[in-house]
């Protein structure tokens, strides 16, 4: 291993371990000591995201981007730290070219579609949510978007689908047996929908 390897890896285990201000200062120094690299960038990134100032994330997302413009965790990063700041469009764009350089990948169509939500594309976002579902088939923390997204097409159906789904993969998750309740409700069906709140309940029986 190369001393560069060595003290990349030691970067990231300093940040990893939470050992965020001796991270600080080993991504400036590499900074200093290696200018082209990219992940020192990257962590600074990672670490003003973490600390919620996500204007300064994207600057390091970008700085860590220009130096290589494929390089895939720093576009999904990107694309999280401009939906925290509630730009849709640019998180948008930053996911797709996270798919492009990096290929499929479940956790960026899961941010993709998270994205697409917020931004009221329902359509797309069921796309986003479906394609990282078939590459990780119990994506729990996708099924209840799925199945938010569905209310919002009024397909009841596909989002009864979805949130008992969740409930299959995630028992300890209450909002997916309570957003069920809420659909089952709505329809009419009032057994099945105090069944599913009943689920929630049995789970959490503090649960508002």
């Known amino acids: 291993m190369s001393k560069l390897e060595t003290e990349l890896k030691r970067l990231v285990s300093y940040f990893s371990s939470g050992k ?3 991270a600080v200062k080993t991504a400036k120094k590499l900074i200093k000591r290696y200018p082209t690299q ?5 962590i600074l990134g990672a670490i003003a995201s973490n600390k919620q100032d996500f204007k300064s ?3 390091h997302y ?6 290589e413009q494929g390089y895939p965790d720093a576009w999904n990063n990107l694309g999280a730290a401009y939906s925290s700041l509630g730009e849709h469009k640019n998180a948008q764009q930053a996911y797709l070219a996270s798919l492009k350089v990096g290929g499929k990948n479940a956790e960026v169509l899961f941010n993709l579609g998270n994205s697409l939500k917020f931004d009221k594309n329902y359509n797309e976002a069921v796309v986003a949510y479906e394609a990282a579902i078939a590459l990780q088939p ?5 099924e209840p978007e799925l199945g938010h997204c569905y209310i919002k097409l009024t397909n009841t159906e596909a989002a009864l689908f979805h949130y008992r789904r969740a409930i299959e993969l995630d028992p ?6 309570s957003a ?3 659909v089952l409700m709505r329809s009419g069906l009032f057994h099945d929908a105090i069944v599913s709140y009943d689920q929630a309940l049995e789970r959490d029986p503090d649960f508002f």
């Open 172 to 177: 300890a998750d209450l909002r997916a047996p």
């Open 180 to 182: 069920a309740g809420d």
């Open 38 to 42: 990219p992940l020192p960038h990257n």
């Open 20 to 22: 965020v201000d001796r």
């Open 62 to 67: 970008k700085r860590a981007l220009h130096l």
């Open 57 to 59: 994330a994207v600057t």
């Open 138 to 142: 119990a994506y729990a923390e996708a």
